[in-house]
């Protein structure tokens, strides 16, 4: 398995992280309004499947970096994210402590965020865990502990009816069987992928079965049942990564791979635009609340792709979405690596 960027796999992390951005820009933007647009349709088709692939892809390229020391292994899995996630926790922070400030006093406000460290923090709980899932993955494959055996508890904790409020132990329970699956199955699917690219007329014909059911379980409200989120993100993350192996086959939406290569980018700098974009259109009141959605999504995705040209233009800003040299583990910046980020 090649650990270069492979561009169905960077399709998949496109539509992907354009579904993340969409259901938080929808569904502020709808909250904001008091009402719901015809975008809160689309939002919710993708429910199912939206963080399971998310998380199924990230760990596709594990295996090629699980034998690590361990040293080595927490600069690039855990450091690495911390690093991102106190960066912009600070940064989101800095933004809604006067909110936070007119609810509470400002007297709470160092304690909310000192509780960031251990509640992951608005839009940025996706890279608190991801360090959790890979120390996680990692143990289990130093003590020999079979996959089979991990992959079944993984799924139990799915199905199993957890909610203790701390979102470290509930998106642990729920989202843990997708990426260790996405590292287990990885072999498989590449070879899925590489079966999708040549057979268009099929998988056109399988993902339009899996529309209608995926739309059916969700339009009769049994989406949300428990065994049934475990089926539907696994046949949604297949259906992504036809759709994906397709699109990278016919070389259409070629915007896709890039944002998908750029993922972290946008997931990390996306809340900014899309809270000023929604004040400012819900105050101007002139489109509906679908076409507000709409817009807000399209600004929030491509806003931080700006951000990132004006950085390389300039040289300026890099420590946004580059790790510097000293939020390294002594003795780790510069090793070679040829892992595939999991963004």
Same mark, same amino acid.
């Given at each position: ?70 040293? %080595? ?71 020999? #502990? ?14 199993? @009816? ?29 070879? %899925? ?62 915007? #896709? ?52 040209? %004006? ?29 595939? @980020?999991?963004?």
């Amino acid at each position: 398995m090649t650990s270069s960027r492979v561009e169905w796999v960077d399709t998949a992390k496109g539509i992907c992280i354009i579904f993340v951005v969409m259901m938080h820009s929808v569904l502020g933007v709808e909250a904001a309004a008091g009402q719901v647009g015809w975008m809160h349709a689309v939002v919710a088709f993708a429910a199912p499947f939206r963080m399971p692939d998310f998380f199924l892809i990230s760990g596709l390229f594990l295996s090629n970096v699980i034998a690590r020391d361990w040293k %080595l292994y927490l600069d690039r899995k855990v450091v690495h994210f911390a690093y991102f996630y106190i960066l912009w926790m600070s940064i989101q922070f800095l933004f809604k402590a006067p909110f936070f400030a007119a609810e509470d006093g400002w007297a709470a406000v160092p304690g909310l965020y000192l509780l960031g460290f251990v509640q992951p923090f608005g839009t940025l709980w996706f890279i608190y865990m991801l360090p959790v899932f890979f120390v996680i993955s990692k143990f289990a494959h130093d003590k020999g #502990l079979p996959w089979q055996a991990m992959l079944g508890v993984a799924a139990l904790l799915h199905i199993a @009816p957890i909610h203790t409020g701390s979102l470290i132990i509930d998106e642990l329970a729920s989202r843990f069987v997708f990426f260790y699956a996405g590292y287990v199955f990885a072999p498989k699917i590449f070879e %899925l992928a590489d079966w999708a690219s040549s057979r268009l007329a099929l998988c056109l014909a399988i993902l339009a079965l899996w529309a209608l059911v995926n739309g059916s379980f969700v339009a009769l409200g049994w989406s949300g049942l428990s065994i049934v989120t475990l089926v539907l993100g696994g046949a949604g993350a297949i259906a992504i990564i036809l759709t994906s192996s397709l699109l990278a086959q016919v070389g259409q939406l070629r915007f #896709l791979p890039y944002f998908g290569a750029n993922s972290i980018v946008i997931y990390l700098a996306f809340f900014f635009p899309m809270g000023v974009m929604r004040i400012v259109l819900l105050k101007l009141g002139f489109l509906d609340i679908g076409t507000v959605s709409l817009v807000v999504t399209t600004v929030s995705v491509i806003s931080p792709i700006i951000l990132l040209w %004006l950085i390389q233009k300039t040289d300026l800003g890099w420590f946004l979405f580059k790790r510097p040299g000293w939020a390294y583990l002594k003795g780790t910046f510069g090793s070679s690596s040829t892992h595939q @980020p999991a963004e």
